[in-house]
Every structure is written in C-alpha cells, then in structure tokens.
C-alpha cells in the first residue's frame, strides 16, 4: 500500500486524458466529506460537509473543508454531487455557494430538501437543483454520472458512478448492505456487478467500520429492544436520535402506536427534519399521533413519547437541557425513561455520558446501547466490504471515510481480495491521486487545513489562536507589565504582574519580581532597547520561573512600556 509522504509537493501538470482525485476532507478524520475530481480541466465535487469540534478545539462551532485548493477554480465546477443528506456530507455547502451561488447541486430528492432548508438559514437564493434517482444518468461537462441506491441511515442514499476518458470511478457514498431495510431499498449489488463487468477502474469506499468484523445487525434487529422498553415505562418516554435518521423515528413511531402513545417533536432540527420527511413520504404517520409539545404535557405521562435531538451530548440540544433542568418545557420526572437510539461519535463520549448521568441523577431510566441493542451503524462492517470487493473487481482502490486506522483497515481488506499491494491508496486529506492509463498512483498533496467556524467568521480563527485558548483553558494566563527608561537603562515602574486561573496566592508571585526587574535592567545594560526584545527577556524568565515554581506552563503576555 502507498502511504501519504510528509515530503510530497504539489503535484505536477495532470497528464492529457488523466483524471485527478483531490481528497479536500473526510481522509483522516469521520467528517467534512468533500472530493474533487479533475478531468480536462473541469471539476466535479462529491460531498461538501462539516466535521463537528472536539474538546480540543475550543470555541470552534464547526470545522469546514479547506477550498483553498479549488479557490481559484470555482468557475471550473460542473457539478456538486451530495451522496446522502447527513451533516458530515452537505453541511459545508452552504459556505461554498457564498463563494459562488450557481453551483449546480446534484442529489436525491430527500438529500436536496435537507439541503434547501439550510439555505434559508443561509439567505441563499437561486440555487440550481438537479434531483436524481437510483438509476439516472446525467452528463455535466466531461463528466458522465450514474446513480446506485445503497442503503444507510438515512433514506434515499446514492453512491455515483462516474465516468470520463480516464476511465469509471465508483464512489460508495456513506453505505451499508442491511438486506432487510425498513423501506425494502437495499444496497444494489446488481448495479455493482454491473459496473465491475464493466471494469471499475478506481473504487472510492466507505471505511468508517472496516475495523469492525462480519456484518453489520439489521434495523430491523432493534425493535424488540425498543418495544421492551416502551413495555417496562410507566411513566414518559423520551428518545433521543439523529434528526436525519428517517428510519429510527419511524421505528419510534411504530412503537408508541403499539403502546397507545401521542408523540411530540423535541428540537428544532427534529421539527424541521422529520416535517420535510413526512411531506415527501419518507416518513408513515398515522392521523392524530404527532401532537404539539406543548399539548403533550396535558396527557397522562404514560401516554408520551417525545423524540428528541441531543443524542451526543450537544451542550445546547434540547436533551442536554433536559439533563440540566433547564428546558423551557419538559421538565424530567423520576421513573421517565431516555431511550439514546444513536450511536457514539468518537470524541463524544464525554459529553455523552454526563447527559446520561445528568439524566439518572434526575431519576431517569436511562436505555442506550451500553445496555440495550437500540442502536445499530450505518456502515458496513468488514464483511460487507468484502463482499464489494469481490462484486466489484477494482483496478485501484482509495479508502474514503474514515480515521487513518479504518482506511488502512479497508485497504487491506481490498488486498485481502486481491486487489495488488501498490494498487490500494492510502491517502489523507490534501494527498492527490491521478488516474493515469488504468494506474492510480499518488503524485501529490495540495494545501489542505481545517477552515473553523467562529460565531459569524469563517477561517477567521487560526490553528495558533486555537492553541492559545487551549492553554488558556488548561493553563491559565499570566502578564508582567514594566515602564522602562531605556535610555538611564532603568525600570520606572513595575514589574506588575496578574495572574488568571492559578491556584496560588497573587503574593507567591512577588518572589520573580525581583529577578525580572534584574534581567530586564541587565538586558538594556547589554544594549537592548527595544521592547519586543525586553518582553522577550521577561517571557524568558517568568516562563522558567512559573514552569520551576508552580509547575505550569501558562500563557504569558509580557508588556514593556517605553517611559
Ligand atoms: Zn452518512
Ligand atoms: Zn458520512
């Protein structure tokens, strides 16, 4: 397997009749899912979504795909693919048509109305919509796209085939092969075998569960779980889940009919969501069981579900609020069970579990897939994946979707299969790949950063501010301020110091004083005038002296005043 080199440079000139694969998110990390594909120098991009901050990226709201790469090019965009509705795969859309609005969007009926209502919040108009279906075949540019059902945890999933000189891409999209889906839409291996017949030069394929082994349990499988937990409630029901997993609501549903249940819509991104599905058929409600929250609360408790957004422990979703006591409506009461129906995103786990223990310390009956099967992935487990590759028959092979350990765990599944050593990419973001005469090799690596989102801004906030907020957060602050005469060469006033975040006593640090007002005097003695140099000096020394002292290593901001 080739493996991304530190030492790549921009790639060279693609050669004529070559197809060039830039992975601008999504390889390296479950999240902001974005390729581009070049062909005579036209671009096709797959997916454009957001990957959501961890802990270690304080402040941030969202993390984008880096368009650097493309910036200059947008003009050369045919088409934007959107393989599925899921956040990690339209949620970046948006700040790319800002930068230019005419983007012809691609994508399934559902996967184009879960986008269209981003773009009101946007204030985007006139954007150009093409809905496709399993199926279809449509031409943008050189770019020739097929469309093949597969089935994941959201309706109406599309993996694309594409097609130019170069040769046939397919593109798994998000996909599992659960052979009895809720809505009879499986995977369509038909398709598959069809494209391998025809010679599928390189294969793009989901790795998020390529560690896991065998196969991954039917939706179908949870229902007796949730059914024994409505059966054990006597109290209210609350199930908390992915605003876009159509298929686990409907299941929800189907439960709090059989258990003479009303259901109310929790969350804004569950009102609207599962609103859009019921308008297009994605969803089966029977008359009179969705009722306002609101009203809800008028019924016996026995008699309510609410369905709920929250399940990774979003601090501002309304289940964490629920945790807290500090939802405007729902008010927890003890023996109330929460049903998480959701998986747990790496990186979540934390904020996952004090909603869990906020909840059981309120006297809630809490049900999650730590103790009970309602939850199953949306991915396909390694067995699938086989399964692909043997229909399928790639040339060449690119792991897409995934940490760096679940690409490498796909691509040797491919090897597994056959497929030859040095045909099984593995490339993270930024890497670039061409297609050349039916051999996929790496040429290259593109700038390619995390874009962070920042209340309003976009790219404003920098790795380096994220770092100083870090250290803010875990080391505290401290600044040292001196008036100086730099020509007598002596200290008028100070040092002054202030300390943030520390659990000493301010007067512990009157013990450096004296060696700053040393070294500063020192420093202009030596012929030191200016202060950048001097504030240097006494970052030095108060550096040293708290790392010594206290143990710590705080941001520290030292100021020197020219008197
Ligand atoms: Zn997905
Ligand atoms: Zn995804």
């Known amino acids: 397997m080739s493996h991304p080199h530190p030492e790549l440079t921009a790639p060279p000139t693609l050669p004529k009749g070559g197809l060039r694969v830039i992975p601008l998110g999504g390889l390296g990390e479950v999240g902001r899912n974005m390729t581009v594909f070049e062909y005579d120098g036209r671009l096709l991009v797959v997916d454009c979504g ?41 949620g970046a859309t948006p700040y790319l048509l800002r ?25 985007l108009k006139n954007t150009v919509h093409h809905v496709v279906a399993a199926g279809d075949v ?100 609350i199930v908390a889940c992915f605003a876009s997993h159509v298929h686990r609501v409907q299941q929800v549903l189907d439960a709090a009919v059989k258990h003479g249940r009303k259901v109310a819509w929790v969350g804004r991104s569950m009102v609207r969501n599962m609103g859009i599905a019921r308008e297009l058929g994605y969803l089966t409600v029977p008359p009179g069981l969705i009722v306002d929250a609101k009203e809800l609360g008028k019924l016996p408790p026995h008699q309510q579900v609410l369905i709920s957004t929250g399940s990774q422990g979003e601090p501002l979703s309304a289940l964490s609020r629920i945790a807290q006591r500090s939802h405007s409506f729902v008010h927890l009461e003890e023996n109330d069970t929460v049903i998480l129906a959701s998986s747990l995103i790496p990186g979540n786990e934390n904020a996952v579990y004090r909603v869990i223990n906020g909840l059981s310390r309120l006297g809630a009956n809490v049900v999650h897939k730590g103790n009970a099967m309602v939850h199953v992935s949306g991915h396909a487990s390694a067995g699938e994946l086989l399964y692909c590759y043997n229909i399928v028959k790639p040339r060449n092979v690119l792991p897409v979707h995934g940490e760096v350990r679940h690409m490498r765990a796909n691509g040797d599944l491919a090897r597994a299969t056959g497929v030859p050593h040095d045909r099984v990419l593995l490339a993270e973001d930024g890497v670039v790949v061409d297609l050349v005469d039916g051999v996929a090799s790496i040429s290259g690596k593109v700038e390619c950063g995390y874009v962070f989102v920042d209340g309003s801004t976009v790219g404003g906030i920098s790795e380096s501010s994220l770092k100083d907020r870090r250290i803010l957060g875990e080391e505290g602050f401290v600044s040292v301020i001196v008036v100086v005469d730099t020509v007598t060469g002596k200290v008028l006033s100070g040092p002054e110091i202030h300390a943030r975040g520390f659990a000493e006593e301010a007067s512990k640090f009157d013990k450096v004083r004296g060696p700053l007002l040393a070294a500063v005097e020192q420093a202009m003695a030596d012929g030191t005038t200016d202060t950048y140099q001097l504030q240097q000096t006494m970052r030095r020394v108060l550096g040293r002296w708290v790392g010594n002292q206290l143990r710590r290593r705080p941001m520290i901001v030292p100021v020197v005043v020219e008197a």
């Open 50 to 90: 957001v990957l959501f901050p961890e802990d270690h990226h304080p402040g941030v709201d969202l993390i984008l795909p880096d368009f650097a790469a493309i910036r200059d090019r947008l003009d050369a965009i045919e088409a934007l693919v959107l393989t599925h509705g899921h956040e990690d795969h339209i």
């Open 99 to 123: 930068e230019r609005g005419d983007i012809p969007l691609v994508g399934s009926r559902l996967t184009l109305a879960l986008l269209e209502s981003k773009f009101r919040e946007h204030r």
């Open 138 to 237: 449509i031409s943008f540019g050189p770019f020739e796209l097929e469309f093949v059902a597969v089935n994941h945890s959201i309706p109406d999933a599309l993996a694309v085939a594409i097609r130019t000189g170069a040769g046939l891409v397919l593109h798994t999209g998000d996909f599992k092969m659960d052979q009895l889906p809720l809505d009879g839409r499986i995977t369509d291996l038909n398709a598959f075998a069809r494209l391998g017949e025809e010679g599928v030069d390189l294969f793009l394929t989901d790795s998020t569960n390529a560690e896991v082994p065998g196969f991954t349990t039917h939706e179908k499988d949870i229902t007796p779980s949730l059914d024994r937990a409505f059966y054990n409630s006597s109290q209210r029901v």
